[in-house]
C-alpha cells in the first residue's frame, strides 16, 4: 500500500474465515465421532489460514494489484493504523466505487440498537428460510445406545500395600 511494511487488514477476513475452517472441522470430528467412535483435537489459527490463502490462491500479479490500488483512490496506510482508522476511508471508497456493487440497499436490514437506542444498518443473513418457521432444537442426539462395544469403566482404585517395619 505504498510503503515496504504489513498493514492490518481492513476487513477481518481472515477472523471469520479462520471461524468457518474451526467449525467446519468441528462438525467433521463430530461425524466421525459419531461414526467411528474415538476422541478428536481440531487446531486452527488465523494464520494458518492466512498462510494456506497465500499459498493456495497466490497474490495478485503486482500489476493488477498496482491497477486495482490506483483505481480506489491509492491510499496509503501504515502498519500502526488500526482498524478504527482504516474501515471509514475504506467504507468512502467503496461508496464511490463499488457502491452498485457491495452496499446494495438490499443486502442490509434497518434494526434497532436497543442498547444505544438508535436505529443501524446491518448486513442481512446471507441465508434466510423463507416460509414457515424454524424451530431450534435437537432431535436426534450425537450419539445412540449401542454404537460403541459395551466395556465398564477403568477401575481407577489403586492397591495399597503395607509393610511391617
Known amino acids: 500500500m505504498g ?8 476487513f477481518p477476513n481472515s477472523d471469520y474465515c479462520t471461524g468457518v475452517a474451526g467449525v ?7 461425524i466421525k ?12 489459527a488465523l494464520n494458518y489460514y492466512s498462510q494456506w490463502l497465500v499459498n ?4 495478485y500479479p ?3 494489484w498496482q491497477d486495482v490500488w490506483k483505481r480506489n483512490g491509492g491510499k496509503v496506510f501504515r502498519h500502526y493504523h488500526n482498524m478504527g482508522s482504516l474501515i471509514p476511508p475504506y467504507l468512502q471508497m467503496l461508496a464511490k466505487t463499488s457502491r452498485e456493487i457491495v452496499l446494495r440497499p438490499e443486502f442490509f436490514d434497518i434494526v434497532e440498537a436497543k442498547t444505544i437506542g438508535k436505529k443501524i444498518r446491518k448486513v442481512k443473513p446471507i ?5 414457515g418457521t ?3 432444537g435437537y432431535t436426534v442426539g ?10 465398564w469403566p477403568i477401575d481407577l482404585t489403586v492397591e495399597v500395600v503395607t509393610t511391617n517395619n
Do not use: H, K, M, W
Request: charged share 20%.
Open 127 to 131: 441465508a434466510q428460510f423463507l416460509g
Open 134 to 136: 424454524v424451530e431450534l
Open 24 to 30: 467446519s472441522g468441528i462438525l467433521a470430528a463430530l
Open 33 to 44: 465421532r459419531a461414526e467411528e467412535g474415538g476422541s478428536y483435537t481440531v487446531d486452527i
Open 142 to 151: 450425537t450419539r445412540t445406545n449401542g454404537v460403541d462395544q459395551p466395556r
Open 56 to 59: 493456495s490462491c497466490g497474490a
Open 62 to 64: 503486482e500489476l493488477v
Open 3 to 10: 510503503n515496504d511494511e504489513p498493514v492490518t487488514p481492513v
